[in-house]
C-alpha cells in the first residue's frame, strides 16, 4: 500500500531552469495539495485541487502551476525556478469530507542554486 | 481567516516524564483540530483530531490532547515520554464552516527533545 508518493525525493536546479514534481496517491482521494516547508514557518499551501480536472490556488502560489488531469495524480511546476524557491515540498490528500486528515508524502527536496 | 499558534519552539523533556506541546487556535466559525508529527528527512504523520464530542480525543503511539473552546486550545499530552517521541509536532485547524475552504492551515512547528 503505496499511498502518497512524490517524485523526485531530491533536485538541485539552476536559477531559471523548470521542472515537474510528481504526487501519485492511490487511495482514491478527491483532494490533494501541494505545501511548501521552510524553517519556522511550518507548512503553507500553495495549491490545492477538489478533484479531477479543478485546481486552486492556496497562500503561496507564485511562480508555481498545478495540473490535475488524473484523479490520482497531481503535478507542480515551475517554470523559472528562482533561489527563494528552495524549499521541502510536500504532497498530501484526502478523502472529500473536510473532517478527515491528510496523508502526506515524504517530500522533495529542492534546491535552486 | 484561520490560523495557528505554538508558542514554544523547542520542548525537551526527560525519559518518563509527562509531555505537552502547546497549540491555539482561531477560528471564524467552529474547527477541526489536527496533530501530525514529522521525523527527520520524512513526511508528515497524523496522530489525532478533534471533530466534535469528548474534549480528550486520544490518537496514535499513546499521544492525546484536549479541546478547549473557551481557551482556543488544543494541547497534546503524552503521560510518560520515549526517547522515540523526539521529532518535529505541528497542529492544524480547518474552519468547517467555510464549506468552500478546504485549507489546512498549519502551526510553525514544536521540536520535542526528549533526552535519555
Given at each position: 500500500n503505496a499511498g502518497v508518493t512524490?517524485?523526485?525525493?531530491?533536485?538541485?536546479?539552476?536559477?531559471?531552469?523548470?521542472?515537474?514534481?510528481?504526487?501519485a496517491q492511490d487511495m482514491n482521494?478527491?483532494?490533494?495539495?501541494?505545501?511548501?516547508?521552510?524553517?519556522?514557518?511550518?507548512?503553507?499551501?500553495?495549491?490545492?485541487?477538489?478533484?479531477?480536472?479543478?485546481?486552486?490556488?492556496?497562500?503561496?502560489?507564485?511562480?508555481?502551476?498545478?495540473?490535475?488531469?488524473?484523479?490520482?495524480?497531481?503535478?507542480?511546476?515551475?517554470?523559472?525556478?528562482?533561489?527563494?524557491?528552495?524549499?521541502?515540498?510536500?504532497?498530501?490528500?484526502?478523502?472529500?469530507?473536510?473532517?478527515?486528515?491528510?496523508f502526506?508524502?515524504?517530500?522533495?527536496?529542492?534546491?535552486?542554486? | 481567516?484561520?490560523?495557528?499558534?505554538?508558542?514554544?519552539?523547542?520542548?525537551?523533556?526527560?525519559?518518563?516524564?509527562?509531555?505537552?506541546?502547546?497549540?491555539?487556535?482561531?477560528?471564524?466559525?467552529?474547527?477541526?483540530?489536527?496533530?501530525?508529527?514529522?521525523?527527520?528527512?520524512?513526511?508528515?504523520?497524523?496522530?489525532?483530531?478533534?471533530?466534535?464530542?469528548?474534549?480528550?480525543?486520544?490518537?496514535?503511539?499513546?499521544?492525546?490532547?484536549?479541546?478547549?473552546?473557551?481557551?482556543?486550545?488544543?494541547?497534546?499530552?503524552?503521560?510518560?515520554?520515549?526517547?522515540?517521541?523526539?521529532?518535529?509536532?505541528?497542529?492544524?485547524?480547518?474552519?468547517?464552516?467555510?464549506?468552500?475552504?478546504?485549507?489546512?492551515?498549519?502551526?510553525?512547528?514544536?521540536?520535542?527533545?526528549?533526552?535519555?
Amino acid at each position: 500500500n503505496a499511498g502518497v508518493t512524490q517524485t523526485p525525493k531530491f533536485r538541485v536546479l539552476k536559477t531559471g531552469q523548470s521542472m515537474t514534481l510528481l504526487c501519485a496517491q492511490d487511495m482514491n482521494h478527491e483532494y490533494m495539495y501541494w505545501y511548501r516547508q521552510d524553517p519556522g514557518m511550518g507548512l503553507r499551501l500553495i495549491h490545492y485541487s477538489v478533484g479531477e480536472g479543478t485546481t486552486a490556488k492556496g497562500e503561496v502560489p507564485d511562480g508555481y502551476n498545478v495540473s490535475r488531469l488524473k484523479k490520482q495524480n497531481f503535478l507542480l511546476g515551475l517554470e523559472s525556478a528562482a533561489p527563494s524557491q528552495t524549499s521541502v515540498y510536500f504532497c498530501a490528500s484526502s478523502y472529500s469530507r473536510t473532517r478527515n486528515e491528510a496523508f502526506f508524502g515524504q517530500g522533495t527536496r529542492l534546491t535552486v542554486v | 481567516a484561520q490560523s495557528v499558534a505554538q508558542p514554544e519552539d523547542q520542548v525537551n523533556v526527560a525519559e518518563g516524564n509527562p509531555l505537552t506541546v502547546k497549540c491555539t487556535y482561531s477560528v471564524s466559525g467552529n474547527p477541526y483540530l489536527f496533530w501530525y508529527v514529522q521525523y527527520p528527512n520524512r513526511g508528515l504523520q497524523f496522530l489525532l483530531k478533534y471533530i466534535t464530542g469528548d474534549n480528550l480525543v486520544k490518537g496514535s503511539y499513546g499521544f492525546e490532547a484536549e479541546f478547549n473552546k473557551s481557551q482556543t486550545s488544543f494541547h497534546l499530552k503524552k503521560p510518560s515520554a520515549l526517547v522515540s517521541d523526539s521529532a518535529l509536532y505541528f497542529c492544524a485547524v480547518r474552519d468547517w464552516q467555510l464549506s468552500n475552504d478546504y485549507k489546512l492551515s498549519f502551526g510553525a512547528g514544536t521540536t520535542v527533545t526528549v533526552r535519555a
